[in-house]
């Protein structure tokens, strides 16, 4: 198990090796997908992706293009405007998907106000690892929303609302049925709070 300390240490060390933070998201992104397309199936399915501002809501529209490359109908909520997005590399995945017209399905985008639609999976790609201060009412009203939902529930990384040292919540959190987590898994993570827990790669072996 890892720490978030020790994460960020060796995602620092993989930038500096020339690993960077574009390659890191798409493997993030295109394993959770692969991962959840083998455990139910993402053809035919609707799949609603709940994105935040940081690299977590990037990960999660890697997973969205995926998604549609396995052949599900794709659907994205953010809670802010994606002009919020505080990675280059998040805005980047987003400028690619907003480019996707031509589709026979394109993407529906939903900024702000949760659609009131269901779906067959949904993905928590929200806060992610490295929280520390209690859940903002804003992200706490979309948890409480998507924990209510039904469907197969996956969160990317971490379960947001969780402190991924310790496994507290932080006043509310999401409630999957599968996560999937990069490089090793989180020390705070457990069965309990994080449902089945599967470990991917982004992109480069297990360095120190």
Known sequence: ????EKIRQIESKAKEIGISEDIMM??????AARIVNKKVGLKNKKVLIFCGTGN???DGLVFARHALIYGAEVLIFFVKNPSLLRSE???????????????????????????????????????GTGLKNIIKEDYAEVIKKFNK???????????????????????ISVKPDLTVTFYEKKKGMNKKNSGTITVAHIGFPKIE
């Open 1 to 4: 198990m890892i720490s978030v």
């Open 26 to 31: 798409e493997n993030a992104g295109a394993n």
């Open 56 to 58: 977590n809501g990037g």
């Open 89 to 127: 590399s998040a805005r980047k995945n987003y400028a690619i998907l907003n480019s996707l017209k031509c589709l026979k399905k394109p993407i529906k985008f939903y900024i702000g106000k949760i659609p009131n639609i269901s779906a067959d999976i949904l993905v928590d790609a929200l806060i």
């Open 149 to 171: 939902m039904k469907g197969f529930k996956v969160s990317i990384d971490c379960p947001s609302g969780i402190d991924s040292d310790t496994g507290k919540v932080m006043g």
